[in-house]
């Protein structure tokens, strides 16, 4: 039930939200340890269906931490421990009987730096759909290829190419290689963690006209440390500042009008 | 003023600056130089030894023959009248036939004489008889002109490895001896040619007849298990260690061990093949299938090792795709994280294997050691490997040897060149950028 109307635990302003404002993710009271280390202590946050939430704050604040709860890629790490609630669509993401494999065909990841596998641009995109064995047939799987790509905005430029090594295209194409094939999947949240921070302006400038189309289909969260991106892209912002979740909020309220002085600080650019 | 003490002060400074280069330079022209030297002086050291190597061990490539005409005799060799294989093979004394028909030629006088020129031939040579009396019976009874092995001595004696000015008593050739071979010679009886037999026989009291396949057989044979049980049992446990094993105590302790175990002198290895494999589970004596095993327990730190490495060198990005993506563990070890280690994997198995090749000490313990002259048709067989063969022949008091041992150090050589060799192309073939 809590899917349909806005958290307690938000702000009064989000009760009020849009009408068609629904919870895709929901998190509460989130701690992450990493052996001793408290990375992350008490976020509760939501996370609205089709629109773009933006993590910001300083270098190692504990985003990359939270975002990585979300598909649950922190089981990986042997010292990390989660606890606390993590719901996407009413189910406890980190319940005993969930499947992270299937977890994370609903939850697709873009990483910091493009990492496309050492295989062909097909064979890239087409990993995901044949580790799930999401088609019955060849034709099927060259037709969620070419989608995924398309969806990715980057099909005309390799249509010709589709058998060359991934890792031959550009920065900017490979990471948009690695947002098809997150696509390719039929996920229905997509995490990117800082997914243009090694590229260059007009590289950057497409991912986000890109993340803004993908808005239509996709729930989204993407890390950041540009202010700006997060003000261009996303609907919701949210400040993280030494693994406390300081101040969330409409993406256009958190930069014109914050409530905290410490984002204050931050997005005027006194400490990062 | 002050205009003028600053551009006093950049140029002291540029004076500084440029005296402190020229050092710079100079120590990093002596220091190519020293790089330089050390180069020469190792591929110096690497043309001594391969000189010394090859001029020694050529010789056993080659051998000598002596041509005999040999009256077939017909009471001699098929006193029944009967010319079938098994009759010849049984019964024929082509021993007789060929002295008889040497001491016509030669003339020797006596016993003692005789014997002088029955040691110029190998005892080989009543085989290469028979052996052609067999395909061509028609010829019983007609002498016959056919070319034999000539005995070691005989042969060193062509190679110059006897001389003939040293003392009768300190040569193994005979003066008289000398004067046949000289009379030989005038009449064009005597040549080399290619010893096929070094690769194709096993070992032999005999110098001139002995070879080195039964060892290389035997090499390949252990080297078969050898891979069998280590490369499987290594890429599992690095895998394991490397992509799913919890990091606590235990596996420091382990990784530990095998680090460890890796430095451990190969002889323990032998002492533990003889201790385990032979008197406790009474598995065969001298056999390639004990040797595997116990150069497999030598091999596997190395595998191990090495695998680890190549596995921890994978990027973490890669897993992180797949991880990402919802592969299982497996799967990104299976489908991304292995064939990416793969070449170095490979690289260090095999450079694992080429030492396990060289190795001598482990499989003394486990009998391997003992003189064996049938080729091994199986890893139960007994048999003994290149290196021991190496061990065994530099032991042998024979001139003969001297050549045969050198003629073995090349032949392993080679194997180890191509291991290596085959390493680097593999390594070429399969690696892939990321
Ligand atoms: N694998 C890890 N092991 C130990 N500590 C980690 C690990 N990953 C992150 N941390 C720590 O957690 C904190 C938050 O890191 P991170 O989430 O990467 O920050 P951000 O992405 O905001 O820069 C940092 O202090 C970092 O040192
Ligand atoms: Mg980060």
């Known amino acids: 039930m809590e899917n349909t109307t806005a958290s307690p635990a938000m702000p009064a302003e989000e009760t009020g939200a849009a009408p068609d404002f629904r919870v895709k993710m929901k998190t509460r009271n989130v701690n992450v340890h990493y052996a001793e280390k408290h990375a992350l202590r008490d976020v509760s946050l939501d996370i609205g269906e089709r629109e773009v939430t933006a993590l910001i704050g300083p270098s190692g604040c504990g985003k990359s931490t939270f975002l990585r709860c979300l598909n649950r890629m922190n089981d990986t ?22 499947d992270v494999v299937q977890l994370r065909a609903s939850i697709g990841m873009v990483f910091q730096k493009p990492n496309p596998f050492p295989k062909s641009i097909f064979d890239n995109v087409a990993y995901g759909p044949r580790v799930h064995g999401l088609f019955s047939n060849k034709s099927d799987l060259e037709e969620v290829v070419v989608q995924s790509l398309r969806k990715a905005g980057l099909f005309d430029e390799v249509k010709d190419r589709l058998g060359d090594p991934g890792t031959s295209l550009s920065g900017g194409q490979q990471q948009r290689l690695c947002i098809a094939r997150a696509i390719a999947v039929g996920p229905e949240v997509i995490l990117m963690d800082e997914p243009c921070s090694s590229l260059d302006p007009i590289a950057t400038a497409r991912i986000e006209e890109l993340i803004d189309e993908l808005r239509q289909n996709f729930t989204i969260v993407i890390v950041t440390h540009s202010m700006q991106q997060a003000a261009r892209v996303s609907q919701k912002t949210a400040f993280f500042h030494l693994g406390d979740l300081i101040e969330q909020g409409e993406t256009p309220q958190i930069f014109t009008n914050p409530r905290h002085e410490k984002t204050q600080g931050y997005i005027t650019g006194r400490f990062g | 003023m002050t205009e003028m003490a600053r551009s006093v002060l950049i140029s002291g400074q540029k004076e500084r600056v440029r005296r402190g280069l020229d050092r710079r330079l100079r120590s990093e022209r ?203 049992v290594g890429l599992a446990a690095a895998v394991y260690l490397e992509e799913f094993a919890p990091k606590n105590r235990l596996t420091d302790l382990i990784e530990v061990n095998i680090n460890n175990l890796a430095a451990v002198p190969s002889i323990v290895f032998g002492l533990l093949g003889l201790a385990v494999f032979l008197n406790f589970f009474e598995l065969p004596r001298s056999a390639p299938l004990v040797g595997g095993m116990v150069l497999a327990l030598m091999t596997l730190p190395t595998i191990i090792i090495s695998g680890r490495a190549s596995l921890l060198a994978v990027p973490p990005s890669v897993r992180e795709a797949a991880l990402g993506l919802g592969a299982s563990r497996m799967q990104v070890v299976s489908h991304h994280v292995l064939p990416l280690a793969m070449p170095g994997i490979l690289t260090g198995t095999i450079i694992g294997m080429a030492r396990a090749l060289g190795e001598t000490a482990p499989l003394l313990m486990i009998g391997m050691v003992a003189f064996i002259v049938d080729i091994p048709g199986g890893p139960t067989d007994a048999s003994t490997v290149m290196p021991v063969q190496i061990y065994l022949w530099a032991d042998s008091p024979e001139r003969g040897f001297v050549e045969k041992t050198s003629g073995a150090v090349i032949v392993l050589l080679v194997f180890l060149v191509v291991m290596n060799a085959s390493a680097v192309y593999l390594r070429k073939k399969f690696e892939r950028r990321w």
């Open chain 1, 77 to 98: 790490i042997d010292i990390c421990r989660v606890t606390g609630v993590l719901e996407l669509d009413g189910q406890d993401i980190y319940d005993a009987g969930v």
């Open chain 2, 30 to 232: 002596r220091f190519r130089l020293y790089g330089v030297v050390a180069i020469l002086l190792a591929i110096l050291m690497l043309l001594f030894l391969a000189g010394t190597i090859v001029s020694k061990g050529y010789p056993a490539f080659y051998r000598t023959w002596i041509e005999v005409d040999v009256l077939l005799d017909e009471e001699m060799i098929a006193p029944d009248g009967k010319t079938d294989p098994e009759t010849l093979r049984e019964d024929g004394d082509f021993r007789g036939a060929l002295i008889e028909s040497l001491v016509a030629a030669y003339r020797p006088e006596g016993r003692q004489q005789e014997n002088q020129l029955i040691a110029m031939f190998s005892t080989d040579a009543e085989r290469t008889l028979q052996n052609f009396t067999i395909a061509n019976p028609d010829r019983i009874g007609s002498t016959i002109s056919i070319r034999v092995k000539a005995a070691s001595d005989i042969d060193q004696l062509t190679k110059g490895a006897i001389s003939r000015n040293a003392p009768e008593s300190g040569r193994k050739v005979t003066d008289l001896q000398l004067r046949w071979y000289d009379r030989m010679e005038k009449e064009g009886r005597i040549g080399t040619r290619f010893n096929a037999g070094f690769f194709a026989t096993g070992d032999s009291r005999e110098p001139e007849q002995a070879g080195i396949w039964g060892a290389i057989v035997g090499s390949f044979l252990t080297m078969l298990v050898t891979l069998i049980l280590a490369f499987p």
